[in-house]
């Protein structure tokens, strides 16, 4: 077989992609009801503001938004990881980032998988954020030893898809009906399981370890948990919310809105509770499904993070129990420190920007070495300068997200504090 024959790996992404968001349409109906309000603010924003149209138009992003999405799966081995990691890679997706989120009480470390390059992301972004279970973390070495028994016992992927898999890394690509067939198997990972695999006594001992422990070693698959739409509005999604049935989280995760958004903000409606079948037939239920929502923006650089993650540590001290509406303020007003300009934030060096020549630009034959030289052939319109879309998580983020949907007292965020070894005295706060 010759190369030419085969599907390209963005192309495999955005087939599986497709399939996952039909699986989980299907499997969480409020997921369908989330896309829809997504796509109705998008298209009102972009209407409202035709600057922002038109950009998003000349830079392809127009695109990506309406298949763009996130997902996330929670694994409990490291078998169970390598194994993904393989499978992701048929997709063009690579793991990004290390995300500790025991600094937060979550006994998980994470990280990405998603396309890395320009073209591939332009394509489709899509990401799953991948966790793995800590199982060292666990207290009591009899349940530690029961839960390690119990994973070692189940295979999270088919026989057809570990076949693809090596059959993709052996001839370095997959044909047509070879990519189909390896969506179909790989879905099977990430499908919901209502059986669970142990009897419902295992389960609430693992639970009251922790929900999360519970939701990763009693079922047979690591079901995916959310996905992820894009949209250029989040307070209005988070403000329409209830209008369409859903009960969002209480704030909205990350920086404030801003005239030139940064990084990323989330909000998410609440874990679905659902029924369980038990081993012993004993029905039960249990809450793992819930819908997120983001808003991206610019990829900051290393000084321009450590600016963020100082506002957000003294925002987190100031704006605890607050509602939404009082979150926000307090936060803009902590923000004000942070330049809201591109100009600013690419004087200051506190943004990435990708920069070319303008067609004028190329035509008059334009040249600079100095920045600030640079920054004249930008006033003059010789060169363009578009913010780079922030492509990763954040982890107090992510911890937030995790905790408003493990259920329990909590519904704000613990703060993640860089305190060296984990506490497992914290994960009881949960
Ligand atoms: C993952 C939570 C993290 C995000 O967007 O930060 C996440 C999980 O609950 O498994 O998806
Ligand atoms: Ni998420």
């Not at 968001?21 to 503001?49: I, K, R």
């Not at 009906?177 to 693992?206: G, P, S």
Request: hydrophobic letters at 40%.
């Amino acid at each position: 077989m010759t190369t030419t024959s085969f599907v390209s790996s963005d192309e495999i992404r955005t087939r599986f992609s497709q399939a996952l968001s039909a699986m989980y349409q299907a499997e969480v109906p409020q997921y369908g009801t989330l896309l829809e309000l997504a796509d109705q603010v998008n298209q009102e924003t972009l209407a409202a503001n035709p600057t922002l149209a038109e950009r998003l138009e000349s830079d392809s992003e127009l695109d990506r938004l309406d298949v763009e999405r996130h997902g996330a799966i929670r694994v409990g081995t490291a078998e169970e990881l390598a194994m993904l990691r393989r499978l992701f890679a048929v997709m063009g997706m690579q793991p990004v980032g290390y995300y500790d989120l025991s600094e937060a009480g979550v006994p998980v470390h994470a990280t990405a998988f998603r396309p890395v390059d320009e073209a591939a992301l332009k394509r489709n972004p899509f990401r799953i954020f991948t966790s793995l279970l800590r199982l060292e973390l666990i207290e009591s070495a009899e349940l530690r030893e029961r839960a390690s028994a119990i994973l070692a016992e189940r295979d999270i992927f088919t026989p057809g898809a570990r076949e693809l898999i090596a059959l993709y890394e052996e001839q370095g690509g997959l044909s047509d009906t070879q990519a189909d067939r390896f969506v179909e198997e790989a879905l099977e990972t990430f499908r919901w399981h209502h059986d669970a695999t142990v009897d419902h006594k295992t389960y609430q001992a693992l639970l009251e370890e922790h929900r999360l422990i519970a939701d990763v070693v009693c079922f047979r698959g690591p079901h995916i948990n959310h996905l992820t739409p894009r949209t250029l509005n989040i307070d209005e999604v988070q403000r329409r919310m209830p209008d369409v049935g859903m009960n969002p989280k209480a704030v909205i995760e990350g920086p404030p809105r801003r005239n030139c958004p940064i990084l990323l903000r989330q909000t998410s409606f609440k874990a679905l509770e659902e029924q369980v079948h038990f081993d012993g037939e004993h029905q039960g239920t249990h809450t793992a499904r819930f819908g997120e929502i983001e808003q991206r923006g610019a990829a900051l650089t290393a000084k321009g993070r450590a600016l963020y993650d100082r506002l957000l540590a003294t925002a987190r001290k100031q704006t605890a129990g607050l509602d939404n509406r009082a979150h926000q303020q307090r936060l803009s007003e902590i923000f004000a420190e942070f330049p809201d300009s591109e100009e600013q934030l690419r004087r200051e060096g506190l943004a990435f920007f990708d920069y070319r020549l303008t067609d004028k630009g190329r035509e008059e034959g334009a040249e600079c070495d100095e920045d600030e030289e640079l920054e004249t052939l930008i006033a003059q319109g010789l060169v363009s300068a578009r913010p780079i879309t922030y492509e990763d998580f954040l982890p107090v983020s992510a911890a937030g997200i995790f905790q408003s949907n493990l259920g329990g007292a909590v519904t704000k965020p613990t703060p993640a504090m860089p305190t060296g070894r984990p506490s497992r005295q914290r994960w009881v706060l949960l």
